[in-house]
């Protein structure tokens, strides 16, 4: 199954991403938590590469075991980081052959020690030019791209971000996921200015309950323009406890949801930092056993 199929036949879709472990203990805790979430019945999930392409051999053996070992409809994620055009049409042939044909196409993050995206020799420069080259090349592959919101952190000019989410989409973007964002308005917004720019595949909003306030600081360097809101922060500084703040994260992110289904949003991508407690709480707080019961019209008019 396809995302794009997924997402024009369901309502709604409800997906979660992990990244892959790096030793056997986390291997272990990681399919624990899978085991947890799969009663959730998520649309998809996707497998990340660590920053600067430091997973690239992980992520592929994890996606292969989740392939072969659940009935999952898996999303690999794939970046120009540290790879060759010959080593990219490799890969792809190893997906290819194992019938995994769902990929997130991204520029990726710099290696470690770099300040800059410096493309690989022989690679690609940017995501627009791995998509097309993927196009090209492999035309049955389902591509998803990334989009932030509240703004790139190294493209501030909001014009020039959405020029160059339209050459993805032009490049044959099958569907939109964006970076995590707390403050549901930005999202509404992005999604007219996508609509303004002629962009009309599908969007999916990402999702990340904060869980501590060492992970609050984390997201506010990964995600660089990313706002959190003043009541959002308030209810932070209220929390006497880890255990108080990651409630209130999860609170937080359960409204979040509430309204973006209310306003028929097509999917939620839940980023669950390889954790299944912050996802399984907002589905009990939302009043639902699996992603299917989202497709109940009535169901928040209850």
Known sequence: MKV????????FSASFEFFPPKTSESSEALFNNIKDLLPLGPSFVSVTYGAGGTTQELTKNLVLKLRKDTNLCIVSHLTC???SQEEIHQLLENYNSADIK???VLRGDPPKGQNKFVAHDGGFEYAADLLGYIKKHFPDFDCGVAAY?????ETPNRLKEMDYLKAKVDQGADYICTQLFFDNNAFYDFCE???IAGIK?????GIMPISSLKGLKRMADLSGGSNFPAPLLRALNRADSEDGVSRVGIHWASEQVRDLVDNKVKGVHFYTLNQSKATVEIYKNLGIKNSGSLKKPSF???
């Open 81 to 83: 980081v540290g790879h």
């Open 300 to 302: 928040f008019s209850l």
């Open 201 to 205: 595949i599908p969007i999916v909003a």
């Open 149 to 153: 919101p509240e703004g790139h952190p």
């Open 193 to 195: 200015r996508c609509e």
């Open 102 to 104: 769902n990929l997130m």
């Open 4 to 11: 794009t199929d997924i997402l024009k036949k369901n309502e």
